[in-house]
């Protein structure tokens, strides 16, 4: 089935005059240690890229909602998905564009991937008071629907694709097969599980399959609304596609031995003949940061006197930068007698210290689930302590807001795993979100809107009061994404030429710094 009927999507002024530079930005890479010792030695590096606060400039959504419209989704759930719905179409512009296709036992494409006009906004507004749930659930069909809407775009250019997909997970009846074996390419997925007795796993396969997807699961007798508003508020402020982290080993000068991107985050990871390591995160949304962690180990060095050692080359990019984006070296001073760990950390090895606990953190709660998935509730429990235990060894300098907010997770799983019931039936489910979230460093709901997570922005958060407004009065009204933009530039009339300005900026110092070299190599 082949569509190409997308709408041609309007087009708005980029408010800095069209420049796409310094959209994503490299910060300094972070060390575990001060120095490293001659003898073989071992030292982690944190590489941090940071999508602009700014959103003035971002890449037009195309979104097709993907809805479960089978007898188990009857009452409370398909009256929140149409709610939630209600207020995705009052959310978007005409440079966004959406299409709703429903699945039970087979699937259907309600409309075709339209422009968010005044007009098509009506539209909607009845098609989507009509949805009734009714029949079988083929999880299968809907998403092959939803992506065939998407493959099939005439008008591709600055634009992302993305599918959420609501459901209560159930497989019923017969079905085209598992939707865990799609391939959905470069359309990120998001999957919203409802209540007791949906598949949580399968729609978490469901998303991890697909780059920069996540799960969140909406609990008995809570409202789609609120992870819809926060994942929303991440979707219409895309600064960037096709992000990627490019790590280039340095071995020809002997310090290096080997270089592994640590464990703990879900990413597309190659890794060439020689070594160099490209990972891809796919979008940014504004204010998200990715960080990498990079475990090396060095050989033993020759030298007896103390030397500054590459090790290994950063570099970034993404599809809309015009020019390439300044490179970062990973270096570490080499010394006879380094300084001992522990002894005088600094704000820098206490910051990479937090990112490698926040990684097993993340291990810990899958370790945790798995336990109590197989009936070792107090197996999991235990684990859950020692996560909390390694969290109490983290002093940092950012009024530990880090450490809280993973506290609190913690916290609330053990709540949960008060019995297997409970577990079962909230547990689970958050656990499954929890890890996601960590290993994708995207905020994900799990009906908990007490903990925050460490993901969210400034929009989503945003976003989140909005759809809260919105759930107790929906005749108000509620501001377009580009209302939005305008009291964000309103508050802060620098924001969209801060991106290039620092872009050029970084530039012009690394040039300055290059002729000092020269002319200081020149007057030896």
Request: net charge negative; no cysteine.
């Amino acid at each position: 089935m082949a569509f190409n009927d997308d709408e041609k999507p309007a087009t708005t002024p980029i408010p800095n005059g069209g420049s796409k530079q310094g959209l994503v930005t490299m910060n300094i890479p972070t060390y575990s240690k001060k120095d490293v010792a001659l003898t073989a030695d071992s030292v982690t590096a944190v590489v941090e890229i940071k999508a602009t606060s700014s959103t003035a400039v971002r890449e037009g959504l195309d979104l097709v909602a993907v809805v479960d419209v089978s007898g188990s989704m009857r009452g409370h759930k398909i009256e929140s998905v149409k709610k939630a719905l209600q207020f995705v179409i009052m959310k978007l512009t005409p440079v966004d564009r959406l299409s709703i296709v429903t699945f039970e036992s087979s699937a259907k494409r309600l409309t075709k991937l339209r422009a968010m006009t005044q007009d098509f906004r009506g539209e909607l507004d009845g098609i989507v008071k009509s949805l009734i749930a009714n029949g079988g659930t083929d999880i299968k069909a809907g998403l092959d629907l939803g992506l065939a809407v998407l493959a099939d775009r005439v008008f591709t250019e600055s634009r992302t694709a993305n599918i959420f997909l609501m459901s209560d997970g159930k497989l019923e009846g017969k079905t085209s097969g598992d939707p865990t074996q799609v391939n959905p390419g470069e359309v990120s997925v998001y999957t919203f599980g409802f209540g007791h007795g949906t598949d949580h796993q399968l729609l978490t396969d469901i998303a991890k399959n697909s780059p920069g997807g996540t799960y969140s699961t909406v609990p008995d007798g809570t409202n789609l609304s609120s992870p819809f508003a926060t994942l929303l508020g991440g979707l219409v402020t895309v600064v960037a596609q096709d992000v990627r982290l490019t790590l280039t080993p340095k071995t020809a000068d002997g310090d290096l031995d080997k270089m592994e991107v640590a464990d703990g985050t879900d990413y597309t990871q190659t890794t060439d003949a020689k070594g160099e390591i490209t990972i891809k995160f796919g979008t940014l949304f504004s204010g998200e940061t990715r960080k990498v962690a990079v475990n090396f180990t060095l050989n033993e060095s020759p030298d007896t006197e103390e030397y500054n050692a590459t090790l290994a080359v950063a570099r970034h990019s993404y599809a809309a930068q015009e020019a390439p984006q300044p490179a970062q070296n990973i270096v570490r001073l080499r010394k006879p007698e380094p300084t001992t760990p522990g002894s005088d950390d600094g704000i820098e090895e206490r910051s990479v210290q937090a990112e490698v606990v926040r990684r097993r953190h993340a291990d810990l709660i899958g370790k945790a689930s798995e336990l109590a998935n197989g009936q070792k509730l107090g197996d999991a429990r235990e684990t859950i302590m020692d996560a909390q235990n390694a969290l109490g060894d983290i002093l940092l300098d950012d009024g530990d807001r880090m450490v809280n907010a993973l506290q609190a997770e913690l916290l609330r799983l053990l709540e949960y795993m008060e019995t297997q019931a409970l577990y079962d039936k909230l547990g689970h489910p958050y656990a499954l979100a929890t890890i996601i979230s960590h290993r994708r460093q995207r905020a994900a709901g799990r009906g908990d809107e007490e903990v925050i997570s460490l993901y969210v922005t400034p929009r989503m958060i945003a976003y989140l009061a909005q759809a809260k407004k919105f759930e107790e009065n929906p005749e108000a009204p509620v501001p377009s994404a580009d209302e939005d933009v305008k009291q964000e530039m309103a508050a802060n009339p620098l924001a969209a030429i801060s991106a290039p300005l620092g872009f050029y900026l970084e530039n012009a110092i690394k040039a300055l710094q290059a002729i000092q070299k020269i002319i200081a190599a020149n007057t030896i």
